[in-house]
Nanobody, 118 residues
Framework: QVQLVESGGGLVQPGGSLRLSCACS????????MSWYRQAPGKERELVAG????????NYANSVKGRFTISRDNAKNTVYLQMNSLKPEDTAVYYC???????????WGQGTQVTVSS
C-alpha cells in the first residue's frame, strides 16, 4: 500500500519560513518524480515545485522561484519543501505527489495546511 504523508504545515507570519516534509512508503521512491502542489480556497490546484530522480533536476513555479527549495533524500524516502519569505498569497493546502513517468502511475498525499498571516 502506497502512502505519502505530509507534515510541517502551520501558521506563520509574513516573511517567515516553514519546511514541509513528505514521507513515502510502499513504492520504489527513487523511481518517482516528486512534486509539491498547492490549492488555495476557490482556486485550482497548481504545481509549486518538482524534483526528478536520479538526476535531481528541479523546476519551480514562477511565483515561488528564489523563495522555495525542493529537495529529496532517497535514503529516507522523503521529499522536502523549504519555504522562505512567505507571503499571504502562499496560503493553501500543500500536497505531495509521486509520479512514475515511465508508467504514468501517480500517488497523492492528504495535504497539509499552510497559513501565512499576521
Amino acid at each position: 500500500q502506497v502512502q505519502l504523508v505530509e507534515s510541517g504545515g502551520g501558521l506563520v507570519q509574513p516573511g517567515g519560513s516553514l519546511r514541509l516534509s513528505c514521507a513515502c512508503s510502499g513504492l520504489i521512491f527513487s523511481a518517482y518524480t516528486m512534486s509539491w502542489y498547492r490549492q488555495a480556497p476557490g482556486k485550482e490546484r497548481e504545481l509549486v515545485a518538482g524534483v526528478t530522480s536520479p538526476s535531481g533536476r528541479t523546476n519551480y513555479a514562477n511565483s515561488v522561484k528564489g523563495r522555495f527549495t525542493i529537495s529529496r533524500d532517497n535514503a529516507k524516502n522523503t521529499v522536502y519543501l523549504q519555504m522562505n519569505s512567505l507571503k499571504p498569497e502562499d496560503t493553501a493546502v500543500y500536497y505531495c505527489k509521486a509520479e512514475r513517468e515511465t508508467s504514468g502511475y501517480q500517488y497523492w498525499g492528504q495535504g497539509t495546511q499552510v497559513t501565512v498571516s499576521s
